[in-house]
């Protein structure tokens, strides 16, 4: 695995994601308790390694940190220090264009969880040079404790889940909606 600089998208993608996994958030349980589910989520991105579920839990924890900070000083303080921590090397490589692209190379040694933190830095690094700090943000949904990185083009995404905690907030408006017109017993 390498992480492509200009794709933060992707990468701040999957911090959003493994963010939103800690116990509390969504579902109330963890998303990734243990090795067969952080060896699913982790193949979503590409990535295998060892199965350190804990140190894993701690990038969560590091990642989820960072993006509850609003001051875009602390928000890429926080994510350089996870970039270094994996960082094998950096360097220009060729697209499938034939382009040159920056890319982050994890090193030989790093772990899984060393792999997501670098990912997650870049994604964090990037969304944040591109598309500046007001787009780190919290869910909109009462009732999700979540944070999200909005890297959609519009800008306007209000839950770290849409699928979920979009729903879920628009079926609470139609039953509020419902039971103050008698509609809904
Ligand atoms: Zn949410």
Redesign the pocket.
């Known amino acids: 695995m390498q992480a492509v600089f200009d794709d933060y998208v992707m990468a701040a993608g999957m911090a959003t994601e493994l963010v ?1 996994t800690a116990p509390g ?2 579902h109330g349980e963890d998303q990734l308790p243990d090795e067969a589910a952080l060896a699913l989520f982790a193949g979503e991105y590409g990535l295998t390694g060892d199965d350190d579920v804990t140190a894993v839990h701690e990038v969560r924890g590091r990642l989820r940190a960072i993006l509850d900070q609003r001051d875009p000083e602390a928000i890429e303080r926080g994510a350089s220090v996870l970039v270094t921590r994996g960082l094998g090397a950096v360097g220009l490589e060729p697209d499938e264009r034939g382009r040159l692209q920056w890319i982050a190379r994890p090193a030989a040694q790093a772990t899984l969880a060393d792999r997501l933190a670098l990912l997650g830095g870049i994604g964090v690094l990037g969304a944040l040079r591109a598309l500046g700090p007001d787009r780190f943000r919290d ?1 909109a ?1 009462d009732t ?1 404790s ?1 944070v999200f990185i909005d890297t959609s083009r519009p800008g306007r995404r209000r ?3 849409p699928d ?2 979009g729903n879920r907030a628009n079926v609470a408006a139609y039953r509020a909606r419902k039971k103050a017109s008698g509609g809904l017993s």
């Open positions: 939103n958030v969504w869910c949904s999700c979540g839950y770290c889940m979920l905690c």
